[in-house]
């Protein structure tokens, strides 16, 4: 079981076959962890369709498309079950995720539940499991399923397909009972091939009397295959349905209608439901059903939880926290989503029912039948922060005293700091970009950590990995709020380890926009779960809804999903947000009386930009220039008074993005804004460059190490040697590399001169704006920290 961040999922293995119950954002870097292989999944069946129990299931079926070669002429393919709005979402996700043919999507039907009263009333009690068939396959299970939805929804106008969730009833096959030779022998029956027929479930003569001898005669009875139910009620009307299904009446131990002998024992209950839910009456009631069921809580909350979800990550984020505080913040290790609610308190009436709460790992094995039961043997043992660092301590002894001359970096005079700036003047009268990157900027001067902090939520690339997460850059600018460069998966969780739950919140809430770079999975596919939160966190308060900037292939996505559920957004392609359209919305709105001309500075300065954006010709709609001019405004609250997108070399519609803040006053004298750029993919090119002049950061992907070149240009990447070459002749100030291959966890090789204004990104790696000074500082101590030749 993998009681993740988001939905948990539950993971039903045998010899043949795999199920994969709810594929919520997380569960790849979950199994990579935990060396579980996901290659010969066969089934995703999902309780409900959104971005909670869904999350992952683009990134999932990309990877095995990758690991089963996902041709079109291959006969191979993943068979996905859920409610009727299923097709909603694989549709959506069409846009991006190719080989359909390997996807097989089964609609379980909502018309066999559905009674419909004299008087027009709908009612929604389950009478029939609709069970799950697919030719080849249920060998070792039969799967039904159970449609909830609730009755006053159905009788009403407010009805969506979001509304129905599926209660999911596995039981295994019996196995068929023990060959007595005693009874055979009493029967007549000689050793030979009669008694391989009568196992087989054939009627043989005897051989010494004048019988036949039938199976029932000498083989005992079958024993019955374990039955587990997966149940989500996402609110208390579902558990209503679920108390009213007529459907699991033959699974109740306490049914009037139901003898001994003909109850179907429910040995393990599965309860995805949340805790707030599960703890209510009805819920209870419906528990109190079943006598001797095994009851595993999968959404409650323990208390004082330590161990991390993902134990190399944490282990390597606490590493670099004890190395250098300031830039890795201490990760939170919560594993689990805070409902708000305990587990629930099984006293008194209901004191029969076995409630506990899930743990990762933790098993329920169902066969061999002498072994059924929990099986806590891969729970995580406690693993604290005090844990790695003593860890740490024991391999690297000299990392203390490292630690120690990292913090004298964050205590440099005064004078030091004016030297920079001193530099600075007498190296930009040089005129060569290339060697201004070693002065500090104006930016810089007297700058105030309350400005601007860049937060690496992901750093690796391609499919998310133990070690890094796949792109999502966060852009903290504090009481103005905040942006998101990318929204790879898991984009949320990451979220929560930096600032913990409370605090991810609290950014969701106060998020600006969120800019998509392109239409690869690992840069978008944590999108929605980050806008259904944000819609939740925001009901009932009044606020504007999420702008969301990306290429047109993004914008079909999110149109196709919005039918799917409501995801409070406005879509703005970035064609719309180069330099060309900036500058026609300017010219638009000389005619605008009202028009505020502080909000965004002219925009036709960079020539080279505008040249690559009208080479694109595109054309700006009037809703796309109403949506603009809302954004000047937003942009202005957030400071910012640039914000440009630029066209990359990787795949079609893939851009880079620059961001530039406003000027600020210090001391009477007017101090320039910093200007961070992002590239997004891409290979080294003139747009890149020309976009990063005078960048006080320039944050340039570095998929591939140097040796690859030939790889990096065939796949439209750049190697770290490249990206650095990039920054360098563009004169930025800073180079943060990202965006690596999942091979390299590590620190890469790196020359002397590249050190000089160069930064390796780790996960949750918080870079301020007043730390850049010492941020090149770091890399001779990352390669002391990660000297050992295997990472743990």
């Given at each position: 079981?993998?009681?993740?961040?988001?939905?948990?999922?539950?993971?039903?293995?045998?010899?043949?076959?795999?199920?994969?119950?709810?594929?919520?954002?997380?569960?790849?870097?979950?199994?990579?962890?935990?060396?579980?292989?996901?290659?010969?999944?066969?089934?995703?069946?999902?309780?409900?369709?959104?971005?909670?129990?869904?999350?992952?299931?683009?990134?999932?079926?990309?990877?095995?498309?990758?690991?089963?070669?996902?041709?079109?002429?291959?006969?191979?393919?993943?068979?996905?079950?859920?409610?009727p709005?299923?097709?909603?979402?694989?549709?959506?996700?069409?846009?991006?995720?190719?080989?359909?043919?390997?996807?097989?999507?089964?609609?379980?039907?909502?018309?066999?539940?559905v009674?419909?009263?004299?008087?027009?009333?709908?009612?929604?009690?389950?009478?029939?499991?609709?069970?799950?068939?697919?030719?080849?396959?249920?060998?070792?299970v039969?799967?039904?399923?159970?449609?909830?939805?609730?009755?006053?929804?159905?009788?009403?106008?407010?009805?969506?397909?979001?509304?129905?969730s599926?209660?999911?009833?596995?039981?295994?096959?019996?196995?068929?009972?023990?060959?007595?030779?005693?009874?055979?022998?009493?029967?007549?029956?000689?050793?030979?091939?009669?008694?391989?027929?009568?196992?087989?479930?054939?009627?043989?003569k005897?051989?010494?009397?004048?019988?036949?001898?039938?199976?029932?005669?000498?083989?005992?009875?079958?024993?019955?295959?374990?039955?587990?139910?997966?149940?989500?009620?996402?609110?208390?009307?579902?558990?209503?349905?679920?108390?009213?299904?007529?459907?699991?009446?033959?699974?109740?131990?306490?049914?009037?209608?139901?003898?001994?002998?003909?109850?179907?024992?429910?040995?393990?209950?599965?309860?995805?439901?949340?805790?707030?839910?599960?703890?209510?009456?009805?819920?209870?009631?419906?528990?109190?059903?079943?006598?001797?069921?095994?009851?595993?809580?999968?959404?409650?909350?323990?208390?004082?939880?330590?161990?991390?979800?993902?134990e190399?990550?944490a282990?390597?984020?606490?590493?670099?926290?004890y190395?250098?505080?300031?830039?890795?913040?201490a990760?939170?290790?919560?594993?689990?989503?805070?409902?708000?609610?305990?587990?629930?308190?099984?006293?008194?009436?209901?004191?029969?029912?076995?409630?506990?709460?899930?743990?990762?790992?933790?098993?329920?094995?169902?066969?061999?039948?002498?072994?059924?039961?929990?099986?806590?043997?891969s729970?995580?043992?406690?693993?604290?922060?005090?844990?790695?660092?003593?860890?740490?301590?024991?391999?690297?002894?000299?990392?203390?005293?490292?630690?120690?001359?990292?913090?004298?970096?964050?205590?440099?005079?005064?004078?030091?700091?004016?030297?920079l700036?001193?530099?600075?003047?007498?190296?930009?009268?040089?005129?060569?970009?290339?060697?201004?990157?070693?002065?500090?900027?104006?930016?810089?001067?007297?700058?105030?950590?309350?400005?601007?902090?860049?937060?690496?939520?992901?750093?690796?690339?391609?499919?998310?990995?133990?070690?890094?997460?796949?792109?999502?850059?966060?852009?903290?600018?504090?009481?103005?709020?905040?942006?998101?460069?990318?929204?790879?998966?898991?984009?949320?969780?990451?979220?929560?380890r930096?600032?913990?739950?409370?605090?991810?919140?609290?950014?969701?809430?106060?998020?600006?926009?969120?800019?998509?770079?392109?239409?690869?999975?690992?840069?978008?596919?944590?999108?929605?779960?980050?806008?259904?939160?944000?819609?939740?966190?925001?009901?009932?308060?009044?606020?504007?809804?999420?702008?969301?900037?990306?290429?047109?292939?993004?914008g079909?996505?999110?149109?196709?999903?919005?039918?799917?559920?409501?995801?409070?957004?406005?879509?703005?392609?970035?064609?719309?947000?180069?330099?060309?359209?900036?500058?026609?919305?300017?010219?638009?709105?000389?005619?605008?009386?009202?028009?505020?001309?502080?909000?965004?500075?002219?925009?036709?300065?960079?020539?080279?930009?505008?040249?690559?954006?009208?080479?694109?010709?595109?054309?700006?709609?009037?809703?796309?220039?109403k949506l603009?001019?809302?954004?000047?405004?937003?942009?202005?609250?957030?400071?910012?008074?640039?914000?440009?997108?630029?066209?990359?070399?990787h795949?079609?519609?893939?851009?880079?993005?620059?961001?530039?803040?406003?000027?600020?006053?210090?001391?009477?004298?007017?101090?320039?804004?910093?200007?961070?750029?992002?590239?997004?993919?891409?290979?080294?090119?003139?747009?890149?460059?020309?976009?990063?002049?005078g960048?006080?950061?320039?944050?340039?992907?570095?998929?591939?190490?140097?040796?690859?070149?030939?790889?990096?240009?065939?796949?439209?990447?750049?190697?770290?040697?490249?990206?650095?070459?990039?920054?360098?002749?563009?004169?930025?100030?800073?180079?943060?590399?990202?965006?690596?291959?999942?091979?390299?966890?590590?620190?890469?090789?790196?020359?002397?001169?590249?050190?000089?204004?160069?930064?390796?990104?780790?996960?949750?790696?918080?870079?301020?704006?007043?730390?850049?000074?010492?941020?090149?500082?770091?890399?001779?101590?990352?390669?002391?920290?990660?000297?050992?030749?295997?990472?743990?």
């Amino acid at each position: 079981m993998d009681t993740q961040e988001t939905s948990p999922s539950v993971l039903l293995f045998f010899n043949n076959e795999r199920f994969i119950f709810n594929a919520g954002e997380g569960l790849q870097r979950f199994c990579a962890e935990h060396k579980i292989k996901l290659s010969q999944v066969d089934h995703i069946c999902l309780t409900r369709v959104c971005s909670e129990t869904a999350g992952g299931l683009p990134g999932l079926l990309l990877t095995l498309a990758g690991i089963k070669n996902g041709s079109p002429e291959s006969t191979e393919h993943v068979d996905i079950w859920g409610p009727p709005n299923l097709d909603l979402l694989v549709n959506a996700m069409k846009n991006f995720v190719p080989h359909a043919t390997m996807v097989k999507a089964h609609i379980i039907p909502r018309s066999d539940n559905v009674m419909v009263h004299g008087n027009g009333a709908a009612l929604a009690s389950s009478l029939h499991a609709e069970e799950l068939q697919a030719e080849g396959k249920f060998k070792a299970v039969s799967i039904s399923a159970i449609l909830l939805t609730p009755t006053d929804l159905l009788d009403g106008s407010h009805f969506s397909s979001n509304d129905t969730s599926i209660v999911y009833i596995c039981n295994l096959h019996d196995i068929r009972g023990e060959f007595d030779p005693r009874k055979a022998k009493a029967c007549g029956l000689k050793k030979g091939r009669k008694l391989g027929q009568l196992q087989n479930g054939i009627s043989v003569k005897s051989d010494l009397l004048d019988i036949e001898v039938h199976p029932d005669d000498v083989i005992g009875p079958p024993i019955p295959g374990p039955i587990v139910l997966i149940v989500d009620c996402p609110t208390e009307p579902h558990a209503q349905e679920l108390l009213s299904a007529q459907a699991l009446n033959a699974y109740y131990s306490d049914s009037q209608s139901n003898s001994p002998e003909t109850t179907k024992v429910v040995n393990c209950i599965i309860h995805l439901s949340p805790a707030t839910v599960v703890s209510s009456p009805v819920y209870e009631r419906w528990m109190r059903k079943f006598d001797s069921a095994q009851h595993i809580m999968a959404r409650t909350t323990r208390e004082h939880e330590t161990t991390p979800i993902l134990e190399s990550s944490a282990r390597i984020a606490t590493r670099l926290h004890y190395l250098c505080p300031q830039l890795f913040p201490a990760p939170s290790l919560l594993s689990v989503q805070n409902d708000g609610v305990a587990a629930p308190n099984f006293k008194g009436s209901i004191s029969k029912v076995c409630g506990i709460s899930a743990e990762n790992l933790l098993k329920f094995t169902l066969r061999p039948p002498r072994r059924l039961g929990l099986d806590r043997s891969s729970v995580q043992n406690q693993m604290t922060s005090s844990v790695f660092i003593k860890e740490l301590l024991s391999e690297i002894p000299e990392i203390a005293d490292a630690a120690k001359n990292m913090s004298t970096f964050w205590h440099k005079p005064k004078e030091d700091e004016a030297e920079l700036f001193t530099r600075q003047d007498s190296e930009v009268m040089t005129g060569d970009p290339s060697l201004a990157g070693h002065a500090a900027p104006r930016c810089m001067k007297n700058v105030q950590r309350d400005d601007l902090e860049i937060v690496f939520l992901g750093t690796g690339s391609s499919i998310p990995s133990k070690y890094r997460n796949v792109s999502s850059i966060y852009f903290n600018l504090f009481s103005k709020g905040g942006l998101l460069l990318d929204c790879g998966e898991g984009t949320l969780a990451q979220l929560k380890r930096r600032y913990g739950i409370n605090g991810a919140d609290s950014a969701v809430r106060n998020l600006k926009c969120i800019w998509i770079s392109h239409i690869h999975a690992d840069h978008h596919a944590g999108l929605a779960r980050i806008l259904a939160l944000r819609r939740d966190l925001l009901k009932g308060v009044p606020h504007e809804p999420m702008l969301v900037i990306g290429p047109e292939q993004v914008g079909e996505f999110l149109k196709d999903y919005k039918k799917l559920e409501d995801l409070d957004m406005l879509f703005l392609d970035c064609r719309s947000t180069t330099v060309a359209k900036w500058d026609d919305m300017e010219a638009d709105s000389m005619n605008d009386e009202s028009r505020d001309h502080t909000v965004l500075t002219s925009l036709s300065e960079d020539s080279s930009l505008l040249r690559c954006s009208k080479r694109m010709k595109p054309s700006t709609p009037v809703d796309d220039i109403k949506l603009l001019k809302r954004f000047k405004k937003v942009l202005s609250e957030a400071g910012l008074v640039r914000f440009i997108s630029f066209p990359v070399v990787h795949c079609p519609e893939a851009f880079g993005i620059i961001l530039e803040s406003a000027e600020r006053m210090n001391c009477g004298t007017v101090v320039p804004g910093w200007k961070v750029v992002y590239s997004g993919d891409t290979r080294p090119c003139s747009e890149v460059i020309e976009a990063s002049l005078g960048a006080t950061i320039l944050i340039h992907e570095a998929t591939f190490e140097d040796g690859l070149l030939e790889e990096a240009i065939t796949r439209n990447h750049s190697t770290i040697k490249e990206a650095i070459e990039v920054g360098r002749s563009a004169g930025a100030y800073r180079i943060i590399l990202t965006h690596f291959s999942q091979r390299y966890p590590k620190v890469p090789a790196l020359d002397e001169v590249s050190i000089q204004r160069t930064c390796i990104a780790f996960d949750l790696m918080s870079v301020n704006l007043a730390d850049l000074p010492v941020l090149p500082k770091l890399l001779p101590y990352l390669k002391l920290l990660f000297r050992t030749r295997e990472l743990i």
